[in-house]
């Protein structure tokens, strides 16, 4: 009975570990896909907030050339 390739022990066993296989794959594609998703929102976040930051830059500049336009007209 143990080794019988239909209802022997060691079918059992050998479907119950590949019953956890399937469940650790399934875990590991589902956190996958999680990671997947965050990366997306962090990459268009920082896409953002670089468009911010030029955006400060130039604004930046020119009132620092407005700033100097001023103080060179005294």
Do not use: C, H, W, Y
Request: proline fraction near 1%; charge should be positive; hydrophobic fraction near 35%.
């Amino acid at each position: 009975k143990m080794l019988d390739p239909v209802t022997g022990d060691l079918k059992s066993v050998d479907d119950q570990f590949e019953t956890r296989v399937k469940q650790f794959q399934n875990n590991i594609d589902r956190q996958k896909s999680l990671f997947d998703a965050q990366e997306a929102r962090i990459r268009k976040q920082f896409t953002a907030m670089e468009a911010a930051v030029q955006q400060l830059q130039n604004t930046a500049g020119i009132l620092g050339s407005q700033l100097a336009s001023l103080t060179s007209n005294k």
